[in-house]
């Protein structure tokens, strides 16, 4: 097991631009997260799936942010007409139904110019 | 409102001396407690984790927490601290008995001097 990846490690885009972000669990865990980390703060939660379905969406997520989860496997987040503030670490983890913690992935460090 | 409370932001301390971050929080009944560790360029790792039970919980790396209900506090702490444990600290809750989501303090970075 290699643990929860996310690609690309850094993006940087103009703004305007639409970006998307890959995330791949541990293979054996049904929930998937996504979380945004702006320099000097903690992780604020964005989004989580239950296998393929989305259950819960923070109204930080603008109509600009989509989330996907197809097959209940990987995960994409996309984010239309990029912003200045936009600029984040985007963080994603995963859990087994059964337990409760989360791991997390390397994150994906947005820059939007 | 649901929240998380870190009071130090940047704490320094002595390699070898003890060390003890600590966590507030505020929650409608006792929630899931954790600890999380980031190092620079690295994704978040768990420390520990309190669900129920015996309130000192130990965890990775030589640290423990004690979850103190009268206080809303779940306190970090290590005996001797290394070097190799300089990185910022995020303490965070989630709900019992849900796989929701976390929400974390804003964090606490520990700097280790020789």
């Known amino acids: 097991d290699t643990g929860v990846s996310q690609d690309p490690r850094h993006k940087i885009t103009k703004r305007g631009q639409n970006v998307t972000f890959r995330c791949d669990p541990i293979s054996e865990h049904n929930r998937l997260y996504w979380y945004r980390q702006t320099l000097g703060q903690g992780p604020e939660f964005l989004t989580y799936?239950?296998?393929?379905?989305?259950?819960?969406k923070s109204r930080l997520l603008s109509d600009r942010f989509s989330a996907e989860r197809p097959k209940g496997s990987f995960s994409t987040l996309e984010i239309q007409r990029t912003e200045q503030g936009d600029s984040a670490m985007y963080l994603c983890?995963?859990?087994?139904?059964?337990?409760?913690?989360?791991?997390f992935g390397p994150g994906t460090r947005l820059t939007v110019l | 409102a649901q929240s998380v409370t870190q009071p130090d932001i940047h704490i320094t301390v002595s390699e070898g001396a003890s060390l003890e971050l600590r966590c507030n929080y505020s929650y409608g009944a006792t929630p899931y407690l954790f600890w999380y560790v980031q190092s620079p360029g690295q994704g978040l790792q768990l420390l520990l984790k309190?669900?129920?039970?015996?309130?000192l919980v130990q965890g990775i790396k030589g640290f423990e927490a004690e979850f103190k209900r009268s206080q809303s506090s779940f306190n970090l702490r290590k005996p001797s601290v290394h070097w190799s444990d300089a990185a910022e600290y995020f303490c965070a809750v989630g709900a019992p008995g849900s796989q929701g989501n976390l929400i974390f303090g804003k964090g606490t970075k520990l700097s280790v001097k020789p």
């Open positions: 309190y669900f129920s039970g015996d309130t």
């Open positions: 983890a995963s859990s087994a139904i059964t337990g409760g913690e989360q791991f």
């Open positions: 799936f239950q296998n393929e379905a989305q259950l819960e």
